[in-house]
Nanobody, 119 residues
């Protein structure tokens, strides 16, 4: 069973930066898309950023210009550089990988990492 191992979360003051990492425990074949979701207390999980195998990235409006998603295909890894953090960015962040399968893509999820931004 492939695991996605996340790291990089923590406590930071508003205006600070964090870099989240998500690495697969082993090779997972062809990847269609990688991304980061977040879930704040009492709120629904939302897609923060995603990137296709071709390198096309998308961001939720609230993080555009502040967050950058990137990948390392050799390591089956996805990263999220978060700058100019705001208290409203506080949430548990989950990485996800859509693996290409014969019929339908398989979605893998990380265990989540807490990001807390203090004002």
């Amino acid at each position: 069973q492939v695991q996605l191992v996340e790291s990089g979360g923590g406590l930071v003051q508003a205006g600070g930066s964090l870099r989240l990492s998500c690495v697969a425990s082993r090779s997972i074949g062809s990847i269609a898309r990688m991304g980061w979701y977040r879930q704040a207390p009492g709120k629904q999980r939302e897609l923060v950023a995603s990137i296709t195998s071709g390198g096309s990235a998308n961001y939720v409006d609230s993080v555009k210009g502040r967050f950058t998603i990137s990948t390392d295909k050799a390591k089956n890894a996805v990263y999220l550089q978060m700058n100019s953090l705001k208290p409203e960015d506080t949430a548990v962040y989950f990485c996800t990988v859509a693996v290409v399968r014969a019929v339908v893509n398989e979605n893998l999820w990380g265990q989540g990492t807490q990001v807390t931004v203090s004002s």
